[in-house]
């Protein structure tokens, strides 16, 4: 492969097939001969390499190559008069460019090698023998070629591959540019990782410049003293937090919405016609779409499997925290209990160890449980899926992260004590986190290449001096090594994002709804943040094979679970401050007490007030939506009344007086 036409179209897939023990068979029958051969008939661009644990196949393709797969799959793409139309690759330039200049997203791509891949099949009526290493196969008429390979083991693995110079261009310009903190090229992380991670560090960006107001405000409140007013410092500061909390999430809506006009992506209108099982064509003929209305009157059909699904969910939600009250409930006071009585730091440490390991495997259990119980639900989509798991995980963390800090903050109402756990939450807790998160990969990459180069020589050692063959790492060897980009569950319906978003969402719950007790908290996570984007991107360039792209409108779950902990955060700050001021611990409902009871629901109300005054949707994204739908309408309204009237010739049907 010249370098030339690799730079051209960067090799981005990778097939992986294990290194033959006996000899090479007749290309006509070999297996990978096969399949390289119907690779490049279908348009692809192959290059092999041989390596010390595998063969590695690498694939690229030219746009006229996808965008014929495009075409193919039905795609529907934004075109310039601002409306979703299905893909045709002749008609090529009235289709949006990306921001990087390119005809498709990394989301796209990867559905159109998928769609070649997976879409060479046997198109002879007799069946095709195929041999590999000594083994004959059967690939039947009208089989697919890769799901053969892959269910005999001869492919063992599809993957992503890093493009080497866009890959040098994102270390460069995102990584390693210090001059400014917070400074991202969001738009070609959009382009290189798809729309999910690009989402995820445009909202880790915003979240930590914001974190300047209550950093450096929380600094002055911890340090300073103010004095005869000192007492209205607290909940001068619990307001303007709550207050900073809301704003900060709207406003976020909004960036949302920004974004996605920008990258000119809307939902997919394939997933939204078919959430009622009809597939929406306005180019299809009238009388096949009156055939799909008559379904949609079977209102009993659609009723029974909308109210089984609901029943379902709260089956299964029920059955989550019926488990996190009558068993981690349990558990996690008799921790905070032991660790509060022990006097002896080296009892303490053990509790904690023993504790840790402990809860470690709960949380997979309950996450397995979690995956199970989602099956049986009747989700949409695997978005909905994603977001059902992560609502009951998030169960069984919110109530191992927090629990233990709620009893010191309630039942023994020692401040000292409480400001000293959050200390070890979000320093030491934090550190190991960061620690265990960008060193295990590299750690499981390492272990792998040794096990790689002992395999190897153990192989050479067996074989005969003049059948002995040397080989060599290569770069797509190294990267295949590198361990996934994948959750710590449901690898299926989550990737590593999961954590990551997890890690901040358990972060904010922590300074927010303990703010009162430790208002420097804010500016530890600041710095933390601040390294946090930085770390992340190297996480993901450097050390994890490239992410398979997902897609996403928003961050999903998480939302709802940020909006959660600023009510929390409300209630908690509430009674630590009625702590603080009653310190006989009478809790009389006297002018003070009131006074914070007056506060708790007037920051509710001003929470969901402020939630309805500000629109979500910028006013310029608005108007192109209308501008859109309206365009869209009248086009299908023409081809409807077109194709009644083609009807009517065709068919002889008479208007009804």
Sequence with gaps: MSDYRQEKYGFEICVVVPRRNGKKENRYFDCVDVLVKELKHVGFIVDRAMGLTAEFIKLAASPQTLGKAAAGLQMKKLTYIGMDLQFEWEEAEAFVRQPDGSLFSWMERFECYHHLLYGIVNKSKLHTSLKWDGKEY?????????????????????????????????????????????KQP?????????????????????????????????????????????????????????????????????????????????????????????????????????????????????????????????????????????????????????????????????????????????????????????????????????????????????????????YHALFHRNFMSLRQVLIQRLIVCQVLENLLEKSLPYLKYSYKKFRAVRRDKKKQENEPSNRKVQFKYSKVEKEYLKPTYSASIGEELEDGLFDDFLQLALQFGMIMMFACAFPLAFALAAVNNFTEIRTDAMKLLTMMKRPVPRAATSIGAWLNIFQFLIVMSICTNSVLLVCLYDQEGKWKIEPGLAAILILEHTLLLIKFGISRFLPEEPAWVRANRIRNATQAQDMYSKQLLRSIAEVEKTYGLKKID
């Design 138 to 182: 059967l690939w039947e008429a009208g089989e697919s070629l890769m799901q053969r390979l892959e269910l005999e083991g001869v492919v063992k693995q599809v993957f992503p591959l890093h493009v080497e110079i866009k890959r040098k261009k994102l270390l460069r310009e995102w990584v390693l540019n210090w001059r400014n903190f917070t």
């Design 186 to 406: 969001i738009d070609y992380v959009y382009s290189y990782f798809g729309l999910k991670i690009a989402m995820y560090f445009a909202f880790l960006r915003m979240y930590t410049r914001w974190m300047l107001f209550p950093a450096v405000y929380g600094l002055i409140v911890q340090l300073v003293h103010f004095g005869s007013l000192q007492f209205l410092v607290l909940p001068a500061f619990f307001i303007s937090i709550i207050i900073w909390a809301v704003l900060f999430f709207q406003f976020w809506k909004r960036k949302n919405h920004a974004l996605l006009a920008r990258w000119h992506y809307s939902a997919n209108s394939r997933q939204e016609n078919n959430c009622l099982g009809v597939d929406w064509n306005p180019l299809q003929p009238p009388l096949k779409l009156l055939m799909q209305i008559d379904k949609l009157k079977e209102k009993e059909t659609y009723q029974r499997y909308e109210w089984v699904g609901h029943l379902m969910r709260f089956r299964n939600n029920s059955f989550i925290i019926a488990s996190i009250i009558c068993l981690q409930l349990p558990f996690e006071l008799a921790y905070a209990h032991l660790y509060e009585v022990m006097d002896l730091d080296v009892a303490k440490y053990g509790l904690t160890a023993i504790y840790l390991v402990v809860i470690q495997y709960f949380t997979k259990i309950g996450g397995k449980i979690s995956m199970k119980l989602i099956q049986h639900e009747n989700n949409e989509n695997t978005e909905y899926q994603a977001d059902s798991l992560v609502y009951k995980v998030f169960g069984l963390y919110f109530m191992q992260s927090y629990i233990g800090v709620f």
